[in-house]
């Protein structure tokens, strides 16, 4: 009943708006491209009509639109870092309503206006937003085989975390926060309910535009309770015309493919597609302690024999674009199958030869969203139902050992006899109203609301279908936010969020309501062009996930009375580009960060599942983070660029009391335990262009990875000595790729060494990641311009 | 080179700043230096989540402090059990029905190294027989086809391998139709000695509340021989708990709790008592029974350690507040021969008591033992219990943690 009194509010505002102004009007829509006078595309470029508050910025093909505007004289103004404004006038009169306009901007030779940096031109509007937040731009790694989690490992503050190769489980930290802290986003639709076959481990990198990874603070905008950030994959709408497929094939048995296209015809009805595939058998050895292999003496390495994981996915939408009452209306399906085999739990002692997992998606959606709906106000909505499924199937009448050995016993399932199936019924309905009342205030509203109904269907005693308990939650987040802007001078965000949600466990008789409010700012100052400073603060909430009250069914246990967790959440952050004589360019960004967070959520080993095999989330009474990473990243001319990224976190624990004492907890200020806490990335990269031929390119790259030895227990119990205490190595991976790339960029061949050293590599304790590897991507681009 | 040089700042800086962090990171905790020594004592954390257990030596048992704080071998998780065969030290991983890891451990001047892992299957009673470790893991509900079986174990202590196993029909030594489920084993001559305690479902309940049975098989062929029974008292031992000792003239003693149920409910009749095998024999003595209720005024026996010369350490609890799981955090000296119950002065009150250790040391002298305990200030020691006095003393302070056993390594 609440849900729908949210809706009514919204709609009345939006009601009122529209009252307020709508009338008649004879709309232009201008087009271009913007260069500069050397002839290079300008990607990110400003465009602005004066006088009016519709701006845009250039595509990554320097192009702009801009529709809806009025009869009259105009004068555009395009604007690009490094170089001269240029001002064209314009007199909208009669037709035609598309007006083609060509900008050449003149570069300013001064040494420090020029803050781009290569390899993040086409990203920079994000990154200068007043919250923390990087922008991947993804298509750079386009020549990859990267899905979208490993391409958010080379970002600062970012770890992810897996336990094994292609399709395992994945756990991405973020400034310490991990798990469920972290919410996920595609074109800003929260992915939490997607299931297993769409996942950001299985999304190849191809079908992003770029991905904005946002530390601390989440922008109202996003519509979640995130409390330790967020990432959003921006898919775009690059081309209207296109098609960009690329195939894969490596070690492990390893095939990786992905097709995006799309067709427009030139009235605006569009078809776009996309689908991708990965299979790996994942039998990469791993080295194992001799109570698993029986072989007293050194460690030896088995192979794993049974791990194969594939899936599946295709993503179809059909409607309409750059239509008087849509910017685009699509109709879509998502559908997708993966199929897991399971070669362990939680640890290596707990092997299996048979119990595998399936899972599907099959989930419709609408996507409508419409800028100026009337003069200054964006509407946005998003709705889409999950009617997948997981399924569970554990029926072996075997045990197996890590040489693959079946042996026969006499009671089914490896781990527990289970043949089940569930549907997690899940739905998602989000709303977005924006508007800017002057040039520099503009206020949104925006609405999530999300659904889940776990039905379990047991296929082995299907009389148990009746006796499973209603497994249910609902939540709704009614988000408020209100921004000042003045342009390169300084912006600000105030928002506020209202979270609302009943979880109905009947297991344990529960049926709750809870309400939090949370609230925050966001601001940055630029004290010029090339040097900008921002914090932000949340007062963020966090409301248990389902899979954390209802577990994953996999190695994620349920803990029906896990409690909401709060947090105060301070950042501090400054960018800074700049070059000397033009050639040699720089860019330095750096981050701090505090929280505190009550009621912490912390996964660990559950110590009442068998053989300590599963994780289980519980809350602390209080946790905070100190944490600082940067980056800096340094180009010459436009062929060598070098970056790294560092990351130190300290997370405390703060519980004083444990329960049932009344003296100091021996931990209390003790670092957490398990949790990577210095950590980087570096690489370089080469281009050499026009190689052999004009249009080709051939670029070599190099990436190191480092994350520091951890404790898996807490660090200050136990002897420190290495072979005493249970640690997590210290990790160095290097991993080299090199690309060459025909007529600029239709044909792409390139070749990937991962893990050049075959170093054992471990993100969670002695579950050991793919050794090292080689992979070969074949790739073609075709873009077709309409006019 | 500008690059490199700024990326060594940074790490620099980063370095400096964590240096900085830790180092006012702890109030001023004493530092406890390591304290070697033969004695062992498995140490678990008071943290409820992320915790292993830790184990540490000390030189003595009656002074001094040991601390896992900085000190002790980190064990791979908690819910671990802990046994001695000679010198060796087994430290098993209690796998709730899947295998668990195996440490095996001696000490090497005052200081624990370890020898082999190993893996084994999780089971419900281990003992040292001979030179090797059996272990039992009994089911908790019939087969839905074939016979109930429960699997055995034998490991050697001298190679650290597993040398031979097998399975033993689970209902058979009942002879009532319900699973016998092992309270632990015992090596009694060349035979084991299993007592049970009957059960038809794993919600332990029984229909036979009012039945005490002794499961009898050779070694090491684990050949069923026969069951010992009793009708005078309820089921001998507990859950993972020794009922059986075997004093020095032969003569086998057992206790029961009373603790039998069924519907959440306590059902014997019988009260809490012990009771003996006369040495050779293989049926309970007739002519010997102890109300240990009676004997120390309405207390129930829930744990025993023996200290030689017919003397015990026993837990008690409160017969009203006595359940299937509910450990005394009472002390009494009992004289089997005698048939007495003596209060131990000098140990804390139950009300401060969060716990007392259940796996304990004597050295068999007839008068000494020393047990585990944690206060609720949060503070542990080892209290030294005098038999001869009846008297507990604190000794050894232990920093950190419970304390889930204590063992003497040669």
């Known amino acids: ?787 | 080179m500008t690059y490199m040089k700024t990326m060594i700042t940074k790490a620099l800086s980063v370095l400096m700043f964590a240096a900085v962090l830790s180092s006012c990171k702890k109030n001023n905790r004493e530092v406890i230096p390591e304290n070697p020594g033969n004695y062992i004592l498995a140490v678990t954390p008071v943290a409820q989540t992320g915790k292993a257990d830790y184990l540490v030596t000390a030189s003595s048992l009656e002074e001094g402090k040991v601390s896992i704080i900085g000190n002790g071998v980190e064990q791979d998780g908690t819910y671990r059990y802990y046994v001695t065969s000679g010198t060796k030290f087994f430290s098993m991983l209690y796998g709730r029905g899947n295998p668990g890891a195996v440490t095996v451990y001696d000490v090497k001047e005052g200081k624990i190294s370890k020898l082999s892992d190993f893996t084994a299957a999780t089971v419900h009673a281990f003992a040292p027989v001979n030179k090797d470790i059996l272990m039992v893991k009994v089911p908790r509900a019939y087969a839905a086809t074939g016979p109930t079986l429960a699997n055995w174990y034998i490991v050697s202590t001298e190679t650290n391998v597993q040398t031979s196993e097998g399975t033993l029909d689970a209902v058979a030594a009942s002879q009532n139709g319900e699973i016998a489920h092992f309270s632990w084993i015992k090596q009694v001559g060349t035979k084991i000695f299993a007592p049970f305690f009957s059960i038809k479902n794993n919600s332990f309940e029984t229909d036979y509340p009012d039945f005490a049975g002794i499961a009898v098989y050779s070694y090491p062929t684990m050949q069923y021989e026969k069951t010992i029974k009793d009708t005078r008292t309820s089921f001998i031992g507990r859950y993972f708990t020794d009922g059986l000792a075997v004093v020095e003239n032969g003569d086998i003693y057992a206790f029961s709790s009373s603790v039998a149920q069924k519907g959440g409910v306590l059902t014997s009749t019988k009260p809490s008592s012990i009771t003996r095998i006369k040495a050779g024999t293989t049926e309970f003595d007739q002519t010997y029974l102890m109300n240990f209720e009676t004997a120390s005024n309405g207390y129930v026996i829930t744990n025993w350690l023996y200290v030689g010369q017919n003397k015990f350490i026993a837990n008690l609890e409160v017969k009203a507040t006595t359940g299937a799981y509910v450990d005394g955090k009472r002390l009494a000296i009992v004289d089997v021969v005698n048939k007495t119950v003596s209060m131990v002065t000098g140990f804390p009150d139950a009300a401060s008591i969060v716990n007392v250790t259940v796996n304990n040391y004597s050295p068999k002298d007839g008068k000494t033992g020393y047990m585990g305990v944690n206060l609720t200030d949060g503070t542990t020691w080892v209290y030294k219990v005098d038999a001869s006095t009846n008297t507990a003393t604190r000794g050894l302070k232990v920093e950190g943690g419970l304390i889930t056993a204590i063992q003497h390594v040669k």
């Open chain 1, 1 to 787: 009943m609440q849900i729908a009194a949210h809706y009514k509010y919204i709609w009345l505002i939006l009601f009122l708006i529209i009252g307020f102004s709508v009338q008649a009007q004879e709309k232009y829509t201008i087009e271009g491209m913007v260069r500069s006078t050397t002839g290079e595309l300008l990607i990110g470029a400003g465009i602005k009509v004066l006088g009016t508050n519709k701006s845009t910025v250039t595509d990554n093909e320097g192009k702009f639109k801009i529709h809806d505007i009025r009869t009259g004289d105009h004068k555009i103004s395009v604007r690009y870092l490094g170089y001269v404004e240029s001002v064209q006038k314009l007199v909208l009169v009669g037709t035609p309503v598309i007006r083609q306009l060509k900008f050449n901007l003149k570069s300013i030779h001064n040494d420090l206006a020029e803050v781009v940096v290569m390899g993040r031109t086409a990203v920079k509007e994000v990154n200068r937003q007043a919250f923390n937040v990087t922008a991947v731009d993804a298509t750079k790694l386009y020549n990859t085989t990267m899905d979208i989690s490993s391409a958010l490992d080379r970002v600062a503050g970012v770890r992810v975390r897996e336990t094994g190769g292609v399709g395992s489980s994945f756990n991405i930290s973020l400034n310490g926060f991990s798990g469920k802290h972290i919410r996920y986003f595609i074109d800003g639709i929260p992915m939490d309910n997607f299931g297993s076959s769409f996942q950001i481990n299985n999304i190849p990198i191809n079908v992003a535009e770029r991905v904005e990874v946002y530390k601390g603070v989440v922008p109202m905008w996003l519509g979640s309770d995130a409390l330790g950030g967020a990432v959003n994959i921006v898919t775009g709408n690059k081309h209207r015309n296109y098609v960009d497929a690329s195939y894969s094939y490596g070690s492990f048995n390893t095939h990786r493919g992905v097709i995006n296209a799309a067709a427009t015809s030139k009235s605006g009805f569009t078809v776009q597609v996309s689908a991708f595939q990965n299979y790996s058998d994942n039998n990469y050895k791993v080295q194992l302690p001799s109570r698993l292999t029986n072989v007293q003496g050194p460690e030896i390495s088995l192979p794993r024999f049974h791990d194969v994981y594939h899936n599946e996915t295709l993503i179809a939408n059909v409607g309409v674009i750059d239509k008087s009452f849509a910017d685009n209306l699509l109709f879509g399906i998502t559908m997708g199958q993966n199929y897991k085999e399971m070669q362990t739990g939680a640890r290596p002692d707990e092997v299996f030869g048979a119990f595998h997992r399936r899972g599907n998606i099959v989930m419709p959606s609408l996507k409508y969203k419409k800028t100026n709906l009337i003069k200054g106000m964006d509407v946005t909505i998003n709705a889409n139902y999950n009617l997948g499924f997981e399924r569970n199937i554990d029926t072996a009448r075997a045990s197996y050992n890590w040489y693959g050995l079946r042996t026969p016993k006499a009671a089914y399932g490896e781990r527990a006899h289970t043949d089940a199936k569930y549907y997690n019924h899940n739905g998602l309905a989000t709303a977005m109203v924006s508007y800017k009342i002057s040039e520099r205030h503009s206020v949104a509203i925006n609405n999530v609301f999300s659904t889940f109904n776990r039905e379990t269907k047991d296929l082995l005693i299907p009389a148990n279908d009746k006796l499973d308990p209603t497994k249910k939650m609902d939540k709704n987040v009614l988000g408020f936010g209100y921004s000042y802007d003045i342009d390169n001078k300084w912006s600000a965000n105030f928002f506020g969020k209202y979270i609302y949600q009943n979880n109905i466990i009947e297991s344990k008789n529960l049926n709750n309501v809870t309400e939090k409010i949370g609230y925050g700012f966001a601001i940055a100052y630029f004290f010029n062009p090339n040097l900008q400073v921002r914090t932000s603060y949340e007062m963020a909430n966090r409301m248990p996930e389902a899979t954390e009250i209802f577990g994953d069914l996999e190695n994620q246990d349920p803990n029906p009375t896990l409690k909401p967790e709060k947090s105060d959440n301070f950042n501090i952050g400054m960018i800074y580009g700049f070059s000397l004589n033009k050639e040699h360019r720089f860019s330095v960004t750096a981050n701090g960060i505090y929280r505190y967070s009550s009621d912490f959520i912390y996964n660990t080993i559950n110590l009442l599942s068998k053989a300590q095999g599963k994780t289980i989330s519980n809350n602390k009474e209080g946790v905070s983070t100190i944490g600082v990473d940067g980056e800096v990243r340094y180009s010459y001319k436009n062929w060598l660029s070098i970056g790294g990224t560092m990351t130190y976190q300290y997370l405390q624990n703060l519980q004083k009391y444990e329960d049932g004492y009344t003296s100091e907890s021996d931990v209390y200020l003790d670092q957490m335990p398990n949790i990577p806490y210095l950590f980087g990335n570096l690489d370089a990269s080469v281009s050499l262009r026009d190689i052999g031929k004009k249009g080709d390119h051939l670029t070599v790259g190099y990436n190191l990875l480092y994350v520091n030895q951890f404790w898996l227990y807490w660090p200050s119990l136990g002897s420190s000595n290495m072979a005493d205490k249970n640690g997590i190595p210290t990790q160095l991976a290097h991993d080299v790729n090199l690309v060459y790339s025909m007529k600029n960029g239709r044909y792409n061949i390139s070749l990937e060494a991962k893990n050049l050293t075959d170093k054992p590599l471990y993100d969670n304790f002695s579950l050991q990641k793919p050794g090292r590897g080689f992979y070969l991507n074949l790739r073609y681009f075709f873009n077709k311009n309409q006019q």
